[in-house]
Each structure stands twice: as structure tokens, then as C-alpha cells.
């Protein structure tokens, strides 16, 4: 369970990171260096448990402010999937965390 946890943390905070960079003609530098930090803090909840949450709360955030800035509008079947994946490795945290 903690392999699987690690790679969707890893997975997610480096396909976020990857997207910010690619969409960096498209988007505002603020939107760009708060998608980086908090994919750090994601991956640094692999070693500071408690990061975990605030980091998939600020990439939702970021999600937000990316579709904002990019179509004018929320885009929410993205924002949706974002959600399901956050809520995925929650579960896998919340249980780890419990023993």
C-alpha cells in the first residue's frame, strides 16, 4: 500500500510540475511557481506526512486558477478528475497514517 501511495504522489506532484512548465507562455508566473510549490510540498509529504493534504488542497487550487486563466472559466470535468485523484491518495494517506 505505501508503494502504490508513493507512486500516485510521485506520479501526480511530476505530471503537475510538468504541465506548469509546458503551459508557461499560457499562464501567469504566480499560477506557475504555485503549481511547483506545491508539488513539492506533495512529494515532501513522503517524508512530512502532514504535507500531503496541503498540497493536493493548493494543486486544486491551482487547477482552478488554470482554467480561469487559460479558458475564462473553470474547467470542471478537469478539476473533477483532479478531485477523484486527491481523494484517492487521501484514502491511501488516511490509511497509512491509522497503522
Known amino acids: 500500500m505505501r508503494i502504490l501511495f508513493a507512486i500516485l504522489v510521485v506520479a501526480y ?3 503537475m510540475a510538468t504541465a506548469a512548465l509546458l503551459s508557461r507562455h499560457k499562464i501567469p508566473a ?3 511557481v504555485g ?3 506545491f508539488s513539492l510540498c506533495l512529494l515532501s509529504g513522503l517524508f512530512w506526512p502532514w504535507a500531503i493534504p496541503l498540497g493536493l488542497a ?8 488554470n ?3 487559460l479558458y475564462g472559466h473553470v474547467h470542471w ?3 473533477l478528475v483532479r478531485v477523484l485523484l486527491s481523494v484517492i491518495i487521501l484514502g491511501l494517506w488516511w490509511k497509512i497514517q491509522r497503522g
Not at 58 to 65: C, H, I, N, R, T
Open 13 to 15: 506532484a511530476g505530471l
Open 30 to 32: 504566480w499560477l506557475i
Open 35 to 37: 503549481t511547483f510549490a
Open 58 to 65: 493548493g494543486l486544486l487550487a491551482a487547477a482552478v486558477g
Open 67 to 69: 482554467g480561469l486563466a
Open 77 to 79: 470535468p478537469h478539476v
